[in-house]
């Protein structure tokens, strides 16, 4: 194993972000818990390769691949290019599933994934889709960078066998429908496609709609050629993708957050010394979790976009939703242990 000497920085460089406090990601939580899990694994690990694979299922464009290339530039000069990372964008390693598939057996190194996926695997991430858990972006962005969201990171390499180090996020989420919507009884029955996790196909579920996961490459046809009559997403890739081309009406409903989790395969990191951990650690961390600031920023300016496109624009809160709020709590305080303090955190946080 060739361990990288390569100082880290006097100072955390991520304490604070657009007036947010950041808790310190030095990761001696997150070390202490896969130390047990890295012994096990290490005595049967090859040395660690110094050129690492990363993979996401965002075009090249997008907010979180950027923040992955920008990690990845980071890391080959802190190590004078003795490290490498490449990118693959776009889902050219595969969906989410097999993705995290890959990162589990060590066949992937790293990768920027929505939370969503990873509650599949480990249900009680769930309590991040709580339907209006966030008032708005900025409070988004404050649960996410609350104690008890990076808590919760410590369960994963036992769950899931990857190591996270951060969250990021991508907009909150609205709804594109292809006829009008005037109240959450139009919704009813609609194919509305999703993207495949649970939280978000029991909202649908109880909104009366058709839920339909389908992969992002594949949603602008299936919009334009009726194969679903609305979309689930968030206002950037409505406005980057055009998904208002062949829309009547733009909901924004700002319904659910959307989390990202930086992440790595937990064989990679048992086979990493103490020093290259905190390196590769604290510089995902800060990219990862400076994307949190980019859509705090931007996510209002891409509404104020769609707000000008040539459609019907609705603006609405919970109560368009009647009681399903409250029937989704029910459904997944079950499923979610961490719901409840999840939302204790984010009411502490408004």
Known sequence: MRCCNSARTASCPHQLHGGFHVIDRSFPTLRRTVTAFGLTLALALPASATEYRLGLITPPSHIWTQAAQAFATDLSERTSGADTVTVFPASQLGNEAQMMQQLQTGALDMAFLTLAEVSNRAPDFGAFYAP???DDIAHAGRILRSE??????DQLPQTTGVVGVAYGM???RQIVSRGAVASAADLSGLKIRITPFTPILDFYNLVGAAPTPMPLPEVY???AN?????????AELIVALRFYDHAQTIVQSDHMMFPMVGLVSGRVWAGLSEDERAMIGDLMAQHVDGTIDTYVEMDPQWLETLRG?????V???ASFFGDVVGQWDAIWSERSPSLPAIRA????LR
């Open 148 to 153: 008890a969201a990076h808590g919760m990171l």
């Open 170 to 172: 991508a907009g909150l």
């Open 132 to 134: 209006y858990l966030a």
């Open 315 to 317: 603006e609405t809160d």
């Open 309 to 313: 496109v040539d459609v019907d624009y």
């Open 226 to 234: 009726g194969q679903v009559d609305a979309i689930d997403m968030d």
């Open 221 to 223: 046809d299936a919009l």
């Open 345 to 348: 955190a984010a009411d502490s």
